[in-house]
């Protein structure tokens, strides 16, 4: 190798090339190795090194320092902090607020997690809802007195960015504790989750309805409790798994069923346990009320599948905003794990048929609705 010397132009860099930035790593490596052994590099680069000039001073030698030693150095200096008593002041007040901040994080993941055992589901205050440590303050050792403190809250689905910690907390209390109960944090998918707290924390589970909307709720909620009471008074001591404190199933489907239709799905299959297929059949599938009738006197008009009349499926089509919504309800096997598999495998036939590769034709629906007076679906 040689040194650059005064040659003119292209040829000095050509010289030179060695030392480009670019082998600035490679030439520091090199260097470090030459400081510790000499002998143990290249000959040329132990000729060149050596050419290079040396400074000393009345504080330092005439033999270099390794730079990793210097980085080092520098590296242990920068943590070095000068304290002052206001320094340490300021930082221990700031490092409070920063751990209370976190406990706030906690707690707000705490009531999406765990805020539905506290919901108000029970209309008649029967039980009592079970004690959850987490929803507390102090178990995230917080207190009242950092109730007028402003905290970040985090996604911003709340609306703000920032709020005091009696606004979270009672946000939190509207959002899960209120009369709908969410339990969700078990699913996988993410987007999922922040899907379903953006929709729940923005309305505070309590979303605005259009007049005509409510006086369709509440048409829905008549008749599904109409029927209910029918049967009731018509035919006391006959098993029928009604669904008593579950009414709300009624206008939920029909407006899935709305919203799935204008979102371009051509069938919807569903799947669900006894317990509120009866009020399905006839509020939601259209099935003849007489015909449930004849059924409970036992003037079926069919014979052969020896079912009982809580089991029974059955077909029909429904006007969406997408267009008609083809609606079919499975039959209900005693051995209510082999329902979701069934209706899973009977879409995906219904998808082959169709040709739907994308899925957007065909939507599976399968549910159950537990213990009366709770109101609780599944």
Same mark, same amino acid.
């Given at each position: 190798?040689?040194?650059?010397?005064?040659?003119?132009?292209?040829?000095?860099?050509?010289?030179?090339?060695?030392?480009?930035?670019?082998?600035?790593?490679?030439?520091?490596?090199?260097?470090?190795?030459?400081?510790?052994?000499?002998?143990?590099?290249?000959?040329?680069? =132990?000729?060149?090194?050596?050419?290079?000039? $040396? #400074?000393? @001073?009345?504080? %330092?030698?005439? !033999? *270099?320092?390794?730079?990793?030693?210097?980085?080092? =150095?520098?590296?242990?200096?920068?943590?070095? $902090? #000068?304290? @002052?008593?206001? %320094?340490?002041? !300021? *930082?221990?007040?700031?490092t409070e607020y920063e751990r209370k901040q976190v406990r706030?994080?906690?707690?707000?993941?705490?009531?999406?997690?765990?805020?539905?055992?506290?919901?108000?589901?029970?209309?008649?205050?029967?039980?009592?809802?079970?004690?959850?440590?987490?929803?507390?303050?102090?178990?995230?050792?917080?207190?009242?007195?950092?109730?007028?403190?402003?905290?970040?809250?985090?996604?911003?689905?709340?609306?703000?960015?920032?709020?005091?910690?009696?606004?979270?907390?009672?946000?939190?209390?509207?959002?899960?504790?209120?009369?709908?109960?969410?339990?969700?944090?078990?699913?996988?998918?993410?987007?999922?989750?922040?899907?379903?707290?953006?929709?729940?924390?923005?309305?505070?589970?309590?979303?605005?309805?259009?007049?005509?909307?409510?006086?369709?709720?509440?048409?829905?909620?008549?008749?599904?409790?109409?029927?209910?009471?029918?049967?009731?008074?018509?035919?006391?001591?006959?098993?029928?798994?009604?669904?008593?404190?579950?009414?709300?199933?009624?206008?939920?489907?029909?407006?899935?069923?709305?919203?799935?239709?204008?979102?371009?799905?051509?069938?919807?299959?569903?799947?669900m346990a006894h317990r509120g297929r009866l009020n399905m059949?006839?509020?939601?599938?259209?099935?003849?009320?007489?015909?449930?009738?004849?059924?409970?006197?036992?003037?079926?008009?069919?014979?052969?599948?020896?079912?009982?009349?809580?089991?029974?499926?059955?077909?029909?089509?429904?006007?969406?905003?997408?267009?008609?919504?083809?609606?079919?309800?499975?039959?209900?096997?005693?051995?209510?794990?082999?329902?979701?598999p069934v209706v899973e495998g009977s879409v995906r036939a219904?998808?082959?048929?169709?040709?739907?590769?994308?899925?957007?034709?065909?939507?599976?629906?399968?549910?159950?609705?537990?213990?009366?007076?709770?109101?609780?679906?599944?």
């Amino acid at each position: 190798m040689t040194q650059a010397t005064s040659l003119p132009g292209m040829l000095a860099l050509w010289a030179s090339s060695h030392i480009a930035g670019g082998n600035a790593e490679y030439v520091d490596a090199l260097y470090e190795a030459y400081l510790q052994d000499p002998n143990g590099i290249p000959p040329e680069w =132990r000729d060149y090194f050596d050419q290079l000039p $040396r #400074v000393a @001073t009345e504080t %330092t030698s005439i !033999h *270099d320092v390794p730079h990793s030693v210097l980085r080092d =150095r520098f590296a242990r200096i920068s943590k070095m $902090r #000068v304290r @002052t008593d206001a %320094t340490v002041s !300021h *930082d221990s007040h700031a490092t409070e607020y920063e751990r209370k901040q976190v406990r706030v994080v906690q707690l707000i993941s705490a009531y999406r997690q765990r805020g539905h055992q506290q919901a108000k589901l029970d209309p008649l205050a029967l039980n009592e809802r079970p004690d959850v440590p987490d929803l507390t303050l102090s178990f995230h050792e917080l207190s009242e007195a950092d109730l007028d403190t402003t905290f970040q809250v985090g996604t911003g689905y709340f609306g703000r960015a920032e709020a005091t910690l009696a606004q979270i907390r009672s946000d939190l209390e509207s959002t899960y504790c209120a009369q709908v109960g969410a339990e969700f944090m078990h699913i996988v998918d993410t987007e999922e989750r922040h899907w379903i707290m953006s929709r729940m924390e923005a309305v505070r589970s309590a979303p605005e309805f259009a007049t005509q909307q409510r006086l369709n709720i509440l048409r829905q909620l008549n008749g599904a409790e109409g029927l209910e009471r029918s049967l009731g008074s018509k035919y006391p001591g006959t098993k029928r798994f009604g669904l008593e404190g579950g009414e709300s199933l009624v206008p939920m489907m029909a407006e899935a069923i709305q919203r799935i239709g204008g979102y371009g799905a051509k069938e919807i299959c569903i799947g669900m346990a006894h317990r509120g297929r009866l009020n399905m059949l006839v509020n939601i599938l259209g099935k003849n009320p007489v015909h449930l009738f004849d059924e409970f006197e036992g003037k079926a008009t069919y014979s052969g599948s020896g079912d009982v009349k809580y089991h029974q499926g059955f077909s029909s089509n429904m006007m969406t905003p997408g267009g008609e919504v083809h609606l079919s309800l499975a039959f209900n096997p005693s051995h209510l794990e082999i329902v979701s598999p069934v209706v899973e495998g009977s879409v995906r036939a219904r998808q082959d048929r169709r040709e739907d590769a994308s899925g957007i034709q065909l939507c599976p629906s399968s549910f159950m609705v537990m213990r009366p007076l709770r109101g609780r679906v599944w």
